[in-house]
């Protein structure tokens, strides 16, 4: 009766029935009777109590009654209990030995796992499938693909590589190495392949960035006439999303609704809401989380995490501010909603996340920390971003890369470039992501040399193979530092063909040193690589409005226009009294509206008694010259700015985030209000930092 209810997953029911028996029954019982009992505790104070009586009936030295304590201890994370029994037992049978060697692999105790199995092979005991299957995780675990090599060689050799269950775990390790091709080996080699072996070759390639073989496989798969399950559709989401393949995302949302999953299962779900957020349809992906009829926090979650990288950070906080009501957030929400208060610098809101984080101490988790990092720094902050720095721990790149980061965006790259070297001193290895931020660094602030060299460091010393975004910053430093000729050689040596970054890159140096030609020459290798890209456009229109060639300017925009593409409206963010306010050019709807012109006038006045002259080149339309100094004073970091001016006390810092690059003109106004009002004007454009004093600028105007 115990056996039956454990069996159908009814484990209370199964414990209750074996008191009775002990209780009532006057039965005593025997060997046969702990090890199903045991399997169903659910709490430790159920195991433990059973334990006693193990001892008192005098079953402690019975094998298998050991063996099952063993593993129970091992489910409840008690390792010292379940280690004690293990070497006080006088004889081990091979469940004994994979009861201790899989409850330290389910725990994540690697080292201690290798020990119990290098002791077990010592006493002369063959692993058999069990003790493969736990063991061969730890390997990819703890990077050891020889270790993980040779038990596949032991396996042949014992005529185990057949067994269905060696063979499934055999292509989970492969494909945690990144070794496909003997992941498809074994696959091939395989006589009987199950829902499981066909998982796990198709999460091979979609882990491994091949979502055209993971996809043919999964084809494969149904031919053969094996169904799809739930996992398998976490994988094929995410393959659908991979390929950017909005139409077979529809056909597999339509797959799992014919099927019923939504509604029987919450992991079918939220691959669906994934997959669409991925894509960059949210309306979808909201419409199918709000049919979901159970949420869990990865549904909350994967809804935030979708809003914040599609940019809609405040949708994110609008989500976020809804599962506090339902449900209490975990670590991975606050990694999903810091991105957003850092996109829309929603600082105050940030800092209230951090005291949460304080009380509960997972600020100090590394990926929650890199995140507050990374808010403080894009916030402005970038004090308090050290601060943290020095707190969290510092083994891996995350944290590192984070605050070179920050640095580099704020225009101090020397200081980026003393945290690498401060990076190496303590022999934590760099990765793809740590170069692009040194490069971008050096870009932000002209360090040709300096560049240079962290690009060869990158390949020959770290052996990192650069990909396009590396290439990007390399062509925007040659760019930004006047060497156009340089940058266009360079995009011609790259061993890989230019993306719409490099290209972009080049073109946005030409608009900054008005190189019309190859303006031009690079537009159009722009439009042949990514023809949809609005921004790309307004740069070659922006280029030729310059220089007043017009008839160019109407051009451009023809061209955008007939492809109904239009430009990204310009707006500009303010945290101020708990609120954040958000402006776009031209605004005439906010409720102070009056006063924030009225601030501006008086403002535009004061600057030009100091020698300010408006520069119409940044007025990207043919009008009369008054219009074009109204269309400036209405910019939408302007109008920012003045507000924050009349609700904030004098002469304390104002915070401006732009989503596109500050105009010139803008630039310099910003710099007379700050001596005008004795204020520190930080602002945060698509590109780096500005931070305004005493009518200085920290870029020294090298932007």
Excluded at 495 to 506: E, F, I, N, Q, T
């Amino acid at each position: 009766m115990v056996s039956a209810y454990v069996r159908t997953g009814h484990f209370r029911e199964a414990v209750d029935c074996f008191y009775q028996f002990f209780l009532t029954s006057g039965l005593r019982p025997d060997f046969y009777t702990f090890a199903p009992v045991l399997k169903a505790c659910k709490n430790p104070l159920d195991g433990m109590r059973i334990h006693c009586l193990v001892l008192k009936l005098g079953f402690e030295w019975d094998v298998f009654v050991t063996a099952s304590l063993v593993h129970m201890y091992t489910r409840f994370r008690a390792l010292g209990n379940a280690r004690k029994l293990f070497d006080d037992m006088p004889v081990r049978d091979m469940g004994s030995w994979n009861a201790m060697i899989s409850g330290y692999c389910q725990n994540s105790n690697a080292a201690e796992a290798l020990d119990v199995l290098n002791e077990m092979r010592s006493e002369g005991v063959l692993m058999d499938p069990v003790t493969i299957v736990s063991i061969l995780p730890i390997c990819a675990q703890l990077d050891d693909i020889l270790n993980g090599m040779s038990i596949h060689v032991y396996s042949i050799k014992r005529g185990l590589e057949y067994d269905l269950f060696v063979s499934n775990a055999l292509i989970n390790m492969y494909a945690k190495f990144g070794e496909l091709a003997n992941a498809q080996k074994v696959l091939d080699n395989m006589v009987v392949r199950d829902v499981v072996s066909w998982n796990s070759i198709i999460a091979a390639y979609e882990q491994n960035d091949d979502p055209n073989r993971a996809l043919a496989l999964f084809y494969d798969m149904q031919l053969t006439g094996i169904s799809p399950d739930y996992l398998t559709l976490v994988s094929v989401t995410s393959i659908v999303a991979q390929l950017g393949d909005s139409w077979n995302g529809k056909s597999v949302h339509g797959f799992v609704m014919r099927r019923g999953w939504i509604l029987k299962d919450v992991i079918s779900g939220n691959s669906v809401v994934d997959m669409y957020s991925k894509l960059g349809d949210m309306s979808s992906a909201r419409a199918v989380f709000e049919a979901l009829p159970v949420k869990d926090v990865v549904s909350w979650n994967t809804l935030i995490t979708g809003y914040t990288q599609n940019g809609l950070a405040s949708e994110a906080i609008e989500v976020f501010d809804m599962m506090q009501k339902e449900i209490a957030p975990n670590q991975a929400t606050w990694v999903s909603i810091l991105p957003a208060y850092s996109n829309i610098g929603a600082l105050r809101q940030g800092m209230r996340v951090h005291g949460l984080l304080v009380k509960s101490s997972l600020y100090l988790d590394i990926f929650v920390g890199t995140c507050l990092i990374d808010m403080y720094g894009k916030c402005g902050k970038l004090d308090d971003a050290m601060s943290l720095f020095y707190e969290v721990p510092k083994m891996t790149s995350v944290p590192w890369n984070a605050v070179i980061s920050c640095h580099g965006i704020h225009g101090h790259a020397e200081k980026a470039l003393k945290l690498f070297r401060e990076m190496r001193e303590e022999r934590v290895k760099p990765d793809h992501v740590t170069f692009v931020s040194l490069l971008s660094a050096c870009s932000h602030s002209g360090l040709v040399e300096a560049g240079q060299w962290c690009f060869n460091v990158m390949r020959e010393e770290y052996g990192i193979e650069p990909i396009l975004k590396h290439y990007g910053c390399m062509v925007d430093m040659f760019g930004r530092a006047g060497h156009l000729e340089k940058a266009y050689n360079f995009i011609k040596d790259m061993p890989v063909k230019p993306d719409a970054s490099v290209w972009g890159a080049l073109l946005g140096a030409c608009r900054i040193h008005g190189n019309i030609d190859l303006g031009a020459f690079a537009s159009e290798r722009l439009f042949e690589v990514d023809s949809e890209n609005v921004g790309y456009y307004v740069l070659m229109s922006n280029i030729y409005a310059n220089i007043g060639k017009w008839e160019g300017v109407d051009k451009v925009r023809t061209l955008a226009r007939d492809m109904g593409l239009r430009k990204t409206p310009g707006w500009s963010s303010i945290e101020a009294n708990n609120k954040v306010d958000v402006f776009y050019t031209g605004n005439q709807s906010h409720p102070k509206c009056e006063e924030i012109y009225k601030e501006l006038r008086n403002l535009n006045a004061k600057m030009k008694s100091l020698g300010h002259v408006p520069d119409y080149s940044f007025v990207l339309q043919d009008v009369e010259e008054d219009e074009k100094e109204h269309i400036l004073m209405s910019h939408s970091e302007r109008l920012a700015i003045a507000f924050g001016i009349i609700s904030t006390p004098p002469k304390t810092p104002i915070r401006i985030f732009k989503n596109l690059r500050v105009c010139g003109d803008c630039h310099n106004a910003t710099k007379y209000i700050s001596k005008i009002t004795e204020r520190e004007i930080i602002v945060r454009d698509s590109n780096r930092f500005h931070h305004f004093k005493d009518g200085v600028c920290s870029c020294r105007d090298y932007w």
